[in-house]
């Protein structure tokens, strides 16, 4: 995706219209527009020129983030120059314009209040000259209302541009209610003077009350404040990127021919040898060649705890050396260290747009036309009903002030960039704004068992010596363990390196061994102090030692946990059994359970067999347990899954990636590999599956904010509107003033943005105000009989569920039918799934909750 700086907007109006444009340019396949953070993504084969100019033709400025073409080096060279121009970009430089706007504004409005309501309303005293000087008092206030429309002249230059191009923003309705406000006024002053002239006091009177110069002026200024407010907040959703980026080092201390020297780090190149003392940050992502020492990490992972490193370690840039003196070469610079990957991410979210966000984006394309020509109708309306020129223009200029396209255009956005913004902070990286839309939604979630449940290094579990074999007492476990590590030492197997990990860990001496032999498949042989050493599986060893019952038994037991039972001899004996296994991660079955207890199906696949899975699922306390699954096979069962709902698959290997693909929502484990991760929608830093349900709560108060911003601004104008144009002036006498209707505006986005911000408050490792299922579900670990499944349940897809009401109504429909034992109804993931206790149809189903005035879309 190119991504181009945009200039000229000034509500969701506009970015509707600059997409509109650009997305008519030939090569162009996608095109979102970020009012937010004025960036526009696009992708496709137009070039920059065609991209650029289809801009400035619909009437406002565009310019490449970036350059397309550059080499790898010109792009590691230029990173930092690159960093520093994005954190210009999100500097906020409109606060400081409209607070200096305001003050000045300000100086000349409240001269103005004293003159017009202040003196007409209060009796407030007036200079001797003005009393009676009814034609001075207007021109007075004619020229300090001119004064503040200089000040403010950009709501008029951008307004009434846009008019001219045929896309009138925000900017034309606020300029045109000032304006006829103004122009209506200057009309009346002029009508003044001829009645001063004729003599006629009373004509005077009367047209001194015409006067809105103090509605024009203070239009201006209470938009300006809610301008200034909402780009106050605007410039806090940006935080979390900003802190990212403040994070990138500036400077690294190179090594090059035998000297230590203090360079840009846009200057290092993959391959040099860098140095890092204690309290120092890492430049560039590297790997350490000399030097152990602990590494603070919670920059990008968000974990506090420091990591250990040592030789052949990995360390990433922006991260912090805390106590040893290490010597790094460099591994990654520039754009593809893991700290501009994380930046890039962010940004790209923040600069594509969630699928709910279409429904504002059509509502807003057509929003300013509509509200104008409801203006014009207002004003003729009440012109026909008799009313006076002065009241018919009040109720035209409020609709036009009241009305806000902002708050629509905002509500997706700002809670997409805080929510993703808090996902980085906590290590949880969401790709695009889609996936953290539909995170919340998954209903399914598949975990691979390797590496994501387990930790993907196998362990030493149990070390089980034969007492008969040893013949002194003492630590018998620790002398087996000696034997192991030193016939494994010579072996490149993964369970040999777990024996030698365990062996270190508890300071076991490891003796040579000679005539070292592998027996693929089976195991290995070798000479220790003069005897025959033996090591493999049961069958192996077996055939030259007579196993006794008991650890037959011992080993089955193993087997059945999971873990793989290692048998070693010595000549004729049998010594014992080390069983190892890939043990399960600490955080799995917490991980698990939480994510059921969301109301998710959670599945596990797996190569094993099913022997040693379903052991595995049992400890994570999974749903089901799909074993036996090559490589190629996972990509089949995760569609398979996808036609009982909503399925996110979790992995980390190259293996995953079609799998990851496949499923609606892909989930890498951070440590996992390249491919894996580029192939997913969601990237785990820490590579901790209790992320995965973190990533689920966050998506799902994410969208329940959207909810509320939407809601919230549809509201607003749907109740605003219609208040000011008078409706209810007839039955009530309710009728608004077009300055209480300009405040209302200019708090109407504040709002929006203020509440996005509620997002950095959610706590998402807190499991307390999950969703609980609605009912129990049984763990499963034998693969379930999907005919019978799919018999027995169905999963509706419902639209225009908003929150529990919405729920209730939709649950007590379903389960008034006979055939219904149980929904599960979910506004969040849009759901309802259908428990039947007997046969009934699709047809029925769909007609009962569409009874509710909720729209089926599917049912599976």
Not at 226 to 248: F, N, P, R, V, Y
Not at 251 to 265: H, K, L, M, W
Not at 323 to 329: A, E, H, L, P, V
Not at 652 to 675: E, F, Q
Request: net charge negative; charged share 20%.
């Amino acid at each position: 995706m190119k991504q181009y700086t945009v200039t000229g907007m000034s509500c969701a109006a506009c970015s509707a219209r600059v997409e509109k444009a650009v997305s008519k340019v030939d090569g162009v396949t996608s095109c979102s527009v970020s009012l937010l953070t004025n960036s526009m993504g696009v992708e496709g084969s137009a070039t920059d020129a065609q991209i650029v100019e289809a801009v400035e033709q619909a009437g406002y400025g565009a310019s490449p983030k970036g350059t397309a073409t550059e080499s790898e080096n010109d792009k590691a060279n230029n990173s930092l120059e690159q960093l520093k121009a994005a954190q210009d970009a999100l500097v906020d430089r409109e606060t400081p314009k409209l607070r200096n706007r305001l003050i000045a504004s300000l100086i000349f409005l409240v001269v103005l209040m004293y003159f017009s309501m202040g003196h007409m309303m209060w009796g407030w005293p007036l200079p001797e000259f003005f009393n009676g000087n009814h034609v001075a008092m207007g021109l007075l206030q004619l020229l300090l209302t001119v004064a503040v429309m200089v000040i403010n002249q950009k709501f008029f230059i951008s307004g009434f541009k846009g008019l001219i191009h045929g896309a009138p923003n925000m900017d034309t309705l606020v300029a045109l209610g000032s304006a006829a406000s103004f122009g209506y006024s200057v009309y009346a002053l002029f009508a003044m003077t001829a009645a001063q002239v004729n003599g006629d006091m009373d004509a005077v009177m009367s047209y001194m009350h015409e006067f809105y110069f103090e509605s024009a002026a203070m239009i201006l200024a209470l938009i300006t404040v809610g301008k200034m407010l909402e780009a106050h907040s605007k410039g806090k959703t940006t935080d979390a990127l900003k802190s990212l980026m403040q994070l990138a080092p500036k400077t690294a201390t190179v090594v090059r021919d035998g000297v230590e020297q203090e360079i840009s780090v846009d200057a290092v190149k993959k391959g040099d040898i860098f140095v890092v003392r204690p309290g120092e940050n890492i430049p560039v992502d590297g790997e350490i060649i000399d030097g152990t020492t602990a590494v603070n990490e919670s920059a990008l992972t968000g974990e506090s705890i420091p990591v250990d490193k040592q030789p052949k370690d990995a360390v990433s840039a922006a991260t912090v050396n805390q106590s040893g003196f290490i010597k790094c070469r460099a591994t990654r610079v520039g754009e593809d260290t893991t700290l501009s990957q994380i930046i890039q991410m962010v940004s790209d979210a923040a600069a594509t747009k969630a699928p709910i966000a279409k429904i504002a984006d059509r509502v807003s394309g057509v929003f300013v036309p509509a509200v104008i020509t409801i203006a014009i109708i207002t004003i003729i309306a009440w012109l026909i009903a008799g009313e006076t020129v002065g009241f018919a223009l009040a109720r035209g200029i409020s609709v036009l002030v009241i009305s806000c396209p902002c708050a629509l255009g905002l509500a997706t956005p700002v809670a997409i960039m805080v929510g993703n913004g808090k996902g980085a902070k906590s290590g949880i990286l969401f790709k695009t704004a889609a996936s953290l839309e539909a995170t919340g939604r998954t209903q399914i979630v598949a975990l691979d068992k390797t590496g994501t449940i387990t930790s993907g290094e196998p362990k030493v579990t149990d070390i089980v010596p034969d007492e008969t074999f040893f013949e002194e007492t003492g630590n018998n476990a620790g002398k087996l363990l000696a034997i192991a590590a030193s016939v494994e030492a010579k072996s490149e197997h993964p369970l040999a390196k777990a024996i030698m990990e365990r062996a270190k860990t508890d300071e076991i001496a490891v003796a040579e061994v000679t005539d070292f032999s592998a027996v693929v498949g089976n195991g290995l042989t070798a000479i220790l102090a003069g005897k025959m050493i033996k090591a493999g599986n049961l069958a192996f060893v077996s055939k030259f030692v007579k196993v006794s019952d008991d650890m037959r038994a011992k080993a089955v037991e193993f087997s059945k946990e999971g873990k793989t039972p290692l048998f070693f001899a010595a000549d004729d004996r049998l010594c014992g059994i080390i069983a190892v296994a890939d043990t399960i991660k600490e955080d799995s079955p917490e991980a698990v359970r939480q994510l059921k207890n969301m109301g998710i199906r959670v599945v596990m696949l797996t190569g094993d067999n099913e022997q040693t899975a379903n052991a595995i699922g049992k400890q994570a306390g999974v749903d089901e347990v799909i074993a036996g699954v090559l490589p190629d096979g996972k990509e089949a069962v995760i569609r398979k899954l996808k036609k009982q709902g909503r399925v996110a698959m979790v992995g980390d290997g190259i293996n995953d990636a079609p799998a990851l693909t496949r499923a609606d929502m892909g989930i890498a484990i951070g440590a996992g590999s390249d491919v894996a991760i580029d192939a997913a929608d969601v990237v785990l830093m820490k590579s901790r599956l209790i992320d995965v349900p973190a990533a689920v709560r966050l998506s799902r108060a994410t969208l329940t904010n959207i909810h509320e911003n939407l809601f919230w601004a549809f509201f607003y104008n749907v109740i605003g509107i219609p208040l000011a144009a008078g409706l209810w002036y007839p039955l009530l006498g309710w009728k608004l003033n077009p300055m209480f209707g300009a405040a209302a505006m200019s708090l109407s986005s504040f709002c929006v943005v203020t509440n996005a911000l509620r997002l950095n408050l959610c706590r998402v490792y807190d499991p307390k105000h999950d969703r609980k299922a609605t009912s129990d579900r049984k763990n499963k670990t034998n693969k379930p009989n999907e005919s019978e499944e799919k018999s027995m349940t169905k999963t509706m897809n419902i639209e225009g569920m908003m929150c529990g009401h919405c729920e209730a109504r939709v649950k007590k429909a379903l389960e008034a039918l006979d055939a219904v034992s149980e929904a599960a109804v979910s506004h969040e993931s849009g759901t309802a799934v259908v428990t039947l206790s007997s046969d009934i149809s699709d047809e029925k189903l769909k007609e009962t909750v569409e009874a509710e005035d909720y729209k089926v879309t599917s049912i599976q």
